[in-house]
């Protein structure tokens, strides 16, 4: 999603919005996606160890814990999505490239909800 963004954004001859939309795919890369890609190693784990078992109950349990873990870590990372900008200016970044990286985020905050659950994998029976 983020590479053909870039790509598009990239033929608009503006380098701050060039620079914005790489500053906000680093942004949902690094609190969203990394955290639900190392939470869904350790969900895969536990979901594959439960299966071994034959414990299937325990695969749904642990497949729902994840589900509510993930909401709860995720939640405040959406809500400081909304203050980027003035977050992202405090911490040395040009006005106008965070200005764009905050509504690079805020406008793929609903996809990003929708991907980061549809990227578990487990080893649950088909």
């Keep these: 999603m983020a590479l053909t963004n870039i790509y598009f954004m990239g033929h608009q001859n503006d380098p701050d919005l060039l620079a914005g939309v790489g500053l906000g795919a680093m942004l949902l ?19 594959a160890q439960s299966y071994g ?8 349990v642990y497949l729902n814990r994840a589900r509510t873990i993930l909401t709860v870590v995720l939640l405040p990372v959406a809500i400081a999505f909304f203050f980027s900008d003035s977050i992202l200016v405090a911490c040395g970044q040009d006005a106008v490239v965070s200005k764009m990286a905050h ?9 990003v909800i929708a991907i980061v659950p549809s990227r578990r994998k487990s080893h649950l029976p088909s």
């Design 53 to 60: 078992a034959g414990d299937e109950r325990m695969c749904g």
């Design 29 to 47: 890369n690094v609190c969203c996606f990394a955290v639900s890609q190392g939470l869904n190693g350790t969900l895969e784990t536990f979901v």
């Design 103 to 111: 509504d690079y985020v805020v406008y793929c905050l609903p996809g």
